[in-house]
Every structure is written in structure tokens, then in C-alpha cells.
């Protein structure tokens, strides 16, 4: 779809006021001094220090101005970077000396650069409220530009030589009374499929859509789209030639659907008919676990699904249920799904596709958003704060990416993996009940893929302070469990502090019974606990440091409408990421 540009930013500039607001709103694309402060002394200490203190100096500090960064990212001398915060970067990825990555817009999403992607030096990725996705192993030459008004996308593993840009947008000129400057942009975006070559000097015109494995030949002006396996050239561009290959299709791998179920009656038929709507074609079969329900859930699943398979459960907690469904399933990939979840159609898809290209992966999540309000995020996949706290995933990426943990509403595993590990702790009755499970996947060596691109919603409204005391002692058992003796010696004061912080404020809340129950469950279970890190103990793979987090934790319970919650919170997490800033270098 075209989509069209004024020129809103430089009118903006215009404008009466202060001219370091003017300065944040084009570079920084926020407004804050500390955030300007971070920002200059980020880029003006280390952006022109040659060699290899520069180099060490921008992977380490140039992440904390960016949206996300992966792993093993370069940045070379002379960076620039606008609207740092909608920038996300893969792992395996280097940008050279010089290059320009400008995510400028005021409703666009930015730039996302894939694995393993080369930039190469002097080149420019620019947007004018436009977006830039380069997917993995996409390899840029020096001295080209990319410009977008809408989207420009260059898929996976492709060539682009030096000195092509590519054009994500036009200037419209249809009044010739009107100076073109003024007539604002139209742009319908670019697109190039995987596994292609751009030769030297080529010009992509806007609208063009060029694809798979197509050889686009030097100089050339593509003014229209070019076929799969095309070979092309020329100013206008001709296709001179094809690839001949033969395409084998990759059968795709069954899925077996297990729905986890309790007094599901009211929310049923969308969750089992957004089931029935799934545009996979290699779902085997679909299994439902029932615990102990008491209204007449069960009765209408026979009568409407005679062929799902029911199998009833005394009401132990979601986990069990869970466990049942992957010893049960005859397929090599489960869904789980709970009782209350819409499945977009896509979602089978779009799980399994990422697992397919991630094949050490062992488990992928959707994105959770509610379902009377659709355009509200509620679980987005998360990370493990070392105090014990989930660090919510904020971003909204276009590709999966690798998480500590995901919820439990939606996830399609490795059968095997999932079991290998011992699956679902079935002593987690509420609470850290998917986390614990997912994050031991993690530290397995399974990591987790949170797919923001599969979309699911939830019919109804969980979290709040309900059943506290379970949550205070699997919080416990999940540190106890999971961490290294080094990591928690080094962690235990701040997990110390976060526990009267969680004290305070359940006796504000009228649970301090309820912490007081937990705390001394803890205690209890101490010889259990200790004989489940043991066996643990024998499938980690990963180290601590890898996977856990310092920033900005989610309490327990939220913070809700409460002010001076809220400034705790503050307090709290900036005390905790100064604490990590030290304690990371000594946690194994």
C-alpha cells in the first residue's frame, strides 16, 4: 500500500522553540536531559577512538542507546545514529566505519537488522518515517544508501554490492504550480527476496519487487519487478536470462494441539474454532486435558469435536495437564494452548517456520494481547531479572527473537527436547509455573524465540495479587532451583532487598499473611528443592550471566494506578542496575 509523506519533520524544525528540544526531536527522537546526557557521552567519548579500545568501547556502551542489540556486534569509528531507540540489532552483525543508521520518523518502527549482517563502511540506511529491514546474512557493500518512506526489506543472504541504492519512495509532482519540495512523498516500498546478488551502481526504483535468487546485473535501473531466478540488466532493466533449479519442497513436520482446560465453557468455541481456522496443514490431531472441571465444558467439546481426544486430570495446577498432552501426543511438535486463547490464523505457521530456522531452538512463543483490546500487549516474552523478577520484552520485532522465558498460553515445543529435560515441574501449582519451565529450557540449551509476529489474544484478564503465597514461594524455589551457588552468593543481597520490597508492599495490600505462608513454605521444602537443583543440575548447559537481566524488572503485582509505587519501582530498578553493572562480572 502507498503511503504518503509531507515534509512534517523539517516543518517541525521550523517552529518556535528551544534548539535543544529541536536537537533531541531529530537525533535522539525523544526528549529527556539524562537521555541527552547518555547520548553525548556515549557517542562523543567513543565514536572516533580507532582501533581495538574503540571497538571494545562501542559494543559495550553504543547497546545502551539502541532499541536491542544481540550478541558479538561491532560498531566501527564515525557511527552516526538517529532515533537510536528504534534501531534493533541481531547477533553476528558489524556496521563499519562511517556508516549512518537513521531510524527518523514519527510513527514509523525503525530499523531492524538481522544476524549476521554486514554494513558495509559509509553506507546509509536512511528513514523518512519510512522502515529498513535487512534479514539475516544480508551482506552491504560500502558506499550504498537505502532510503525508505514506507518499507524497504532485503531478505535473507543476499549480495548488494557497492554503490547501489535502493529508492523506498518518489516525490510527487503533479501540480506543476507547486515547487516539487512541497508536494510531499509517496512511497510503496521495495522488496528483495532471499539469496540474491545487486551488482555495482544499481538504482531500485520505488515499487519494485524483486525476487528469490535473482542476479540483477551491474549499473542497471530497476524500474519493475524481476521474477524468481531471474538474471537481469540493463538501463531500463531486462531480464536476459533465468536460473533453471528444481524446488523440492520441505514437507512440513505434524503438530499435535493440546488445549489445557478448567471450567472453560465460556470461552471454548473462539479458542477451538480459532483452532479449526489454523492454516497449517499438518495438524495431526488436538487433545484436550480437563481438570476437574464443573460446569459442562467437556459435555460441549464431545458434542461439537467428537474427535478431539479427552483426558481428565485431578485439578493440580495447569502443569500436569501440560505434561499429560506431551506424553501423550503422537507427534514431534506440541501446542499447548490455554482454554481462553484465540489463535490468529497464521500462528501454527508462524511458530513452526521459526523453529524451523532455529533448529537449536526447543520451544517458540506468540505475542499475547487481549482480546477486547487488541492493539494491548499483554505478554510479549521475557527475561530473568537476577533479583528474581521478569524483565517484560517491549519489542515488537518483525523476526523471532531469542528470550529467557515465555507464557504458557501459547507455545509449540520439540516433544523430545520439552521431555528430555523432565518437562513441566508439576510442584509450580501457581506462578512461575511457565517461567520455570521455559527458562529451564533455556538454560538447557533449547533457547526460547518469542514470535511477535503471531499474534494471539486472551479472553480474559489474569495477573493482580491472586493466589500470593504460591507466588512467593515458587519465586523462591525458581532462584534456588535454577541459579549457580556463585550467582546466587553474588545476587543475594539484592534478591534480599526485593524480598522486603515485596514485603512492604503485600502489607500495604492486605497479603501479609499470605507472604508470611510462603516464606515458611519455602523452609519446608527445602530437601525437595535441593533434589530438583540436583537433577537440573545435570541438563545446564548455559551459564547465568547469559541469560539474566539488570534492568528494568516487572514487581509483582504491578504497580497498578499507585504514584508512590511507581516511584519505588524507580528507585528500586536503578538501584538494581547499578548493583548488576558490578555483580555481572563476578556471576559464573
Sequence with gaps: MAKEETIEIQKELLQEGGKLKKYCDLILGERGFFKLCKYELVVGLTSGIPGAVGLLLRSRLYPKLLGRVGRNVTFGMGVVLRHPRKIFIGDNVVIDDHCVLDAKGTDNRGIFIGDGVFVGRNTILNCKNGDIILDDNANISANCMIFSASQV??????????????????????DPAIPVLYQGRSSQGIEIGPGGWIGAHVTVFDGVRIGKHVVIGAGSAVHRNIPDYAIAAGTPVTIINKRHVKEQPMPKRKVSIGVINYNGENVLEKTMESIRNQ??????????VDNSSTDASVKWIREKYPNVKIYALENRGPNPARNLVLKKAQSELVLLVDNDIVLSPDTVTLLEEALSKNPRSGIAGAQIRFYDRPEEVQYNGADIHFAGGAVMNPYDLEKPVIVGALPAGVLLMDREKALSIGGFDEDFFYGWADG??????????????NVSKAKVFHQKEKGGLTWVAYQVRNRWWFILKMYNFRTLW??????LIYQIAILGFLTLKGHLWDFIKGSVAVLGSLPAIWRKRKEFLKHKKVRDKEFLKGRGMHMMGGTGGSVVARIMTKILNL???????????LVK
Design 279 to 288: 492454516d497449517y496443514e499438518a495438524i495431526s490431531e488436538i487433545l484436550l
Design 575 to 585: 538501584f538494581f542496575s547499578g548493583y548488576w553493572f558490578f555483580a555481572k562480572w
Design 490 to 495: 553474588v545476587t543475594l543481597p539484592a534478591i
Design 436 to 449: 520455570e519451565f521455559t527458562f529451564r529450557m533455556t538454560l538447557s540449551g533449547y533457547p526460547c524465540l
Design 153 to 174: 526489506r532485503v531478505g535473507a543472504d543476499n549480495l548488494i554490492a557497492g554503490y547501489s541504492y535502493l529508492v523506498g519512495g518518489t516525490h510527487r509532482f503533479e
